[in-house]
Nanobody, 126 residues
């Protein structure tokens, strides 16, 4: 089992920045994919960014060029740097880990990730 704990999110005005953190503990591994997802009420959980075991990254089109995913070398910590935030980025953000199938990771398929954090709220005001 892997436990994931996100840092507190926050509220920021449009064009501002926030940095989310996620700490992994338990049976962590260097061979699985990790990522960030987000969800707004009434909608499904969507992929924001992933980082695979080889360090390769991929981003949702909506955040490309504004968000950066990174991890520490031991893969016990995951970050999401969010710049130029927009009101439409307002959501509950979740850290996820454990995807071992390449397609599930690459396609940011939430079904491929067995481990999830509790979520942290990010609110962007206009």
């Amino acid at each position: 089992q892997v436990q994931l704990m996100e840092s507190e999110g926050g509220s920021v005005q449009a064009r501002g920045s926030l940095r989310l953190s996620c700490v992994a503990s338990g049976a962590t591994s260097s061979s699985y994919c990790m990522g960030w997802f987000r969800q707004v009420p009434g909608k499904g959980r969507e992929g924001v960014a992933i980082i695979d075991s080889d360090g390769s990254t991929r981003y949702a089109e909506a955040v490309k060029g504004r968000f950066t995913i990174s991890q520490d070398s031991a893969r016990n910590a995951l970050w999401l740097q969010m710049n130029s935030l927009k009101p439409e980025d307002t959501a509950m953000y979740y850290c996820a880990a454990g995807a071992r199938v390449w397609s599930g990771c690459y396609n940011m398929d939430k079904r491929a990730f067995p481990y999830w954090g509790q979520g942290t709220q990010v609110t962007v005001s206009s």
